[in-house]
């Protein structure tokens, strides 16, 4: 059971990812409504989940379905032709596969003591698939930095440096869990090391949105003392 749900958080975390890395080079204030988008994660979160699980052993035919799954979604979801999500979708899961190769090279090389994940409870090769994923969020966050739209510009660099903090903060704990904790006794120990991380994590999802949200806000707001110094 433990297996399944986190297989699914870690999709919902890609989702959102995704989700994020789209809205770096498209707008996202289309007329869609927003439990019509809602609905669209959904699906490809169910598709991701599906795909990953009856394609694990086929990983060509997994990244061919997720991009194409990715590329259909998020065409609908920004309104954006096909053939330009299509491209967004392929390099968005070759970010996921450099990170990914990247991570599992260093800890081979670095960390792990054996030179290989330790399968015991499991715990190292989550920590392993949740670290990649906080880079891979790290490195989308820079991308939207560097190609967002209006809102990412209010932000300064001091600022943009500040928020950075959470996620390289969330990097350096689950490499210290990597180096000191890679033999537990029980399950319910991994279980709880695994949960704190995870909820790093999460944690680093809602301080994005609650600060984007306020980006936008003050964007809007700035918006509108312009409009009205034009009309005066």
Avoid: H
Avoid at 45 to 54: P, Q
Avoid at 118 to 147: D, H, P, R, W
Avoid at 160 to 179: C, G
Wanted: hydrophobic share 55%; charged share 15%.
């Amino acid at each position: 059971m433990f297996t399944y749900f986190f297989s699914l958080a870690i999709i919902a975390f890609e989702v959102i990812c995704c989700k994020i890395f789209f809205e770096s080079f498209c707008d996202s204030s289309g007329e869609n409504r927003k439990y019509k988008r809602t609905i669209l994660l959904v699906l490809l979160i169910a598709i991701y989940y599906i795909c990953g699980f009856t394609l694990s052993k086929w990983i060509v035919l997994k990244q061919l379905c997720a991009i194409m799954s990715t590329a259909i979604i998020m065409r609908f979801y920004f309104e954006i032709s096909l053939v330009k999500s299509a491209v967004f979708a392929i390099l968005y899961q070759g970010l996921l596969m450099l990170v990914d190769y990247l991570v599992y090279a260093g800890n081979s090389a670095i960390v792990s003591r054996e030179g290989i994940v330790t399968q015991e409870y499991a715990l190292e090769g989550n920590l392993i698939i949740i670290f990649s994923k906080v880079i891979s969020f790290l490195c989308i966050i820079l991308i939207k930095k560097q190609f967002g739209k209006k809102s990412t510009e209010v932000l300064t660099d001091a600022e943009w440096t500040k928020f950075l903090f959470f996620p390289v903060f969330t990097i350096i704990t689950i490499i210290t869990l990597l180096m000191e904790f890679q033999y537990t006794e029980n399950e319910m120990q991994a279980n709880a090391l695994y949960s704190i991380s995870f909820g790093m994590v999460v944690m680093n999802v809602f301080v994005y949105y609650l600060i984007n949200d306020i980006v936008i806000r003050d964007a809007k707001l700035n918006e509108k003392e312009m409009l009205e110094l034009q009309v005066k």
